[in-house]
């Protein structure tokens, strides 16, 4: 049950965000003419999509690390075919 829950928060919801978040900041970086503002805000909206999207995959480090200290054998907790 915990695969599937962070099987969906981030193949569902955190990649096709952080996907629109790097693509409007790539348009608003190409499209700011010169412009600092617009420049400044798609590099910040650029940057946060890929430190948040870090973030979403460097916590399956730390709930693996959790959760393999708390007994569960390597690997069960993601991967729904191995057994405990």
């Known amino acids: 049950m915990l695969a599937n829950i962070y099987y969906f928060l981030t193949a569902k919801i955190a990649t096709p965000l952080a996907v ?4 409007v900041g790539g348009v ?5 003419a010169g412009n600092p503002n617009v420049l400044s805000n798609g590099k ?5 999509a890929i430190i948040g999207l870090a973030l979403v995959f460097g916590s399956w480090i ?3 690390f959790i959760l393999t200290t708390l ?5 069960s907790w993601w991967n729904p075919n191995l057994s405990c």
């Not at 629109?20 to 693509?23: P, W």
């Not at 007994?71 to 690997?75: D, F, I, P, R, T």
């Open 28 to 32: 608003m970086i190409m499209m700011s």
């Open 20 to 23: 629109i978040a790097l693509t």
């Open 71 to 75: 007994g569960y054998a390597l690997g």
């Open 44 to 48: 910040k909206i650029l940057w946060s």
């Open 62 to 64: 730390i709930i693996n």
